[in-house]
């Protein structure tokens, strides 16, 4: 097992989206967003503390329980997503003709996301997983061309998130997101986020040799 690091990250060098199949069994299409092609600006997840339940009596708490988590949500900031994939994450249809459709049939596929950081004193990599959720895209804004040129706005999209089934030392629990430091294990981390996906061919990193399946 990976030893904890402490919680100095430095970056979001990529983010891995795994699309599920139609019964969220498993993970069918695994995309990567770093660089020119999805390049990752910032990932903000809220919700993680759960509620606190308590009992007051004779003037005081006299009981108090914190379990599970709140509403998980995420907003991330990308540069450049590829249309087909955000086409694919949001749910949105495209024609023959080539025009991508939202509508009332409109429908977001269920997806799970590795986000990836490094340990800003051993350059080890640091990954946070969310489980089971859908994106969404709130806007898109048109914006008039500057005297001065003006950096690119990113998109951004939003997460609802809830818990999946994972075995966890194996025992099946509900997890709605992970956490795991360092290259040892990270390939069976990969393996238990990304449930069910075969195809190991896709790209690699330098840091990662293969990507973990």
């Known amino acids: ?3 904890g690091q402490g ?10 989206v795994g699309v599920f199949n139609p019964e969220a069994t ?11 092609k999805g390049g990752t600006v910032d990932l903000n997840i809220t919700g993680l503390a759960p509620d606190l339940v308590d009992m007051f009596a004779s003037n005081k708490r006299v009981w ?23 086409n694919t994450v ?28 490094e340990d800003g004193l051993t350059g080890q990599p640091v990954y946070v997983a969310l489980l089971k959720g859908t994106f969404s895209l709130d806007s898109i804004e048109f914006k008039t061309r500057g005297e001065k040129a003006e950096a ?10 809830m818990n999946r089934k994972v075995d966890v030392d194996g025992t099946p629990q509900g997890i709605v997101y992970g956490y795991h430091e360092g290259k040892e294990g ?8 990304f449930v069910g996906y075969t ?15």
């Open 1 to 3: 097992m990976a030893e």
């Open 7 to 16: 919680s100095y990250k430095v970056g979001f060098k990529r983010l891995y």
């Open 26 to 36: 498993k993970v069918v299409k695994r995309m990567t967003w770093e660089d020119e």
């Open 64 to 86: 108090m329980k914190k379990q599970g988590t709140n509403e998980v949500k995420s907003d991330m900031s990308i540069f450049n997503i590829p249309s087909e994939d955000l």
């Open 90 to 117: 949001i749910g949105r249809t495209k024609d023959k003709n080539g025009t991508s459709w939202v509508g009332e049939n409109t429908r977001a596929p269920y997806v799970t996301v590795i986000g990836e950081s």
């Open 152 to 161: 690119p706005e990113p998109t951004k999209l939003t997460g609802d998130w």
């Open 186 to 193: 990270e390939a069976e981390f990969f393996k238990k986020v």
């Open 199 to 213: 195809d190991s061919g896709e790209h690699s990193d330098d840091s990662l040799g293969s990507l973990p399946s």
